[in-house]
């Protein structure tokens, strides 16, 4: 299984970015997909998810207005819309798949995920 994510850059304060994660030698609707950062020093940080088939999402208060999950399964893709971007975005962003066929709808503890992106530098200037 691979995850490959994209889409980051750097940005000023205010601009928006889209992050992509094409995931390959899985079946994308059988998993729930989730979206989180890491800056240096700090832990890894739990930012949205997404439900297996896209009805249900949940974010951190941080990103809440501000960042939209979604996902075409039919593509295999999971996406990160990220607007009125700040300073205290930028970070690495990892998005990750859990192993399949929970009953749960959405995950935001990273123990919960099985599978992690390479991660994509996401850098927003004041």
């Known amino acids: 299984v691979q995850l490959q994510a994209s889409g980051g850059g750097l940005v000023q304060a205010g601009g928006s970015l889209r992050l992509s994660c094409a995931a390959s030698e899985l079946t994308n609707s059988a998993h729930i997909m989730g979206w989180f950062r890491r800056t240096p020093g700090k832990e890894r940080e739990f930012v949205a998810t997404?439900?297996?088939?896209?009805?249900?999402?949940y974010y951190a208060d941080s990103v809440k207005g501000r960042f939209t999950i979604s996902r075409d399964n039919a593509k295999n893709t999971v996406y990160l819309q990220m607007n009125s971007l700040k300073p205290e975005d930028t970070a690495v962003y990892y998005c990750?798949?859990?192993?399949?066929?929970?009953?749960?709808?959405?995950?935001?503890?990273?123990?919960?995920?099985?599978?992690w992106g390479q991660g994509t530098q996401v850098t927003v200037s004041s």
């Open positions: 997404i439900s297996r088939s896209g009805g249900s999402t």
């Open positions: 990750a798949a859990d192993r399949g066929y929970s009953s749960s709808l959405y995950f935001t503890n990273p123990g919960s995920y099985d599978y």
